[in-house]
């Protein structure tokens, strides 16, 4: 399956302290160790409170357009969003099985097989 790393963070300030170089290889260690050898890595500078996020909206046109399931490996669930209209893209984006989401800290996959529990965790996040 193939995986893609996001590292996010808010703002040009943020960039500066060094957080996505730290994510990514938090991210890569976590491809690796779960089998993940085919890893594409996301850079984004973006607040996930914004209205229009265009690199995260072209994470998700890859996935969309990918012929097999794609694995979204992020730090944090709000290392990936903040907002509700992204929780219910991603969500039928998972029930269509055409992603994984993989969240590193929280120790969360979610899936279409995901139980109901899981999911919860994932709302709260």
Known sequence: MKALLLARVSSKDQEEN?????????????????GFDDTEPFKLVESSTKSTRKE?????????????????ICDT????????KESVLLDELRKD????????????????????????????G
Do not use: C, T
């Not at 995260?56 to 979204?72: D, M, P, R, W």
């Open 18 to 34: 060094n957080s996505i170089p730290s994510q990514l290889r938090r991210l890569q260690d976590y491809a690796s160790r779960n």
């Open 56 to 72: 995260f909206s072209k994470i998700v046109e890859k996935i969309n357009h990918s012929s097999q399931k794609v694995a979204l």
């Open 77 to 84: 669930v709000d290392r990936l969003q903040r907002s509700f």
């Open 97 to 124: 099985g055409k992603v994984e989401l993989h969240f590193v800290r929280e120790a969360l996959v979610i899936n279409d097989g995901s139980n109901s529990a899981d999911i919860l965790r994932w709302d709260m």
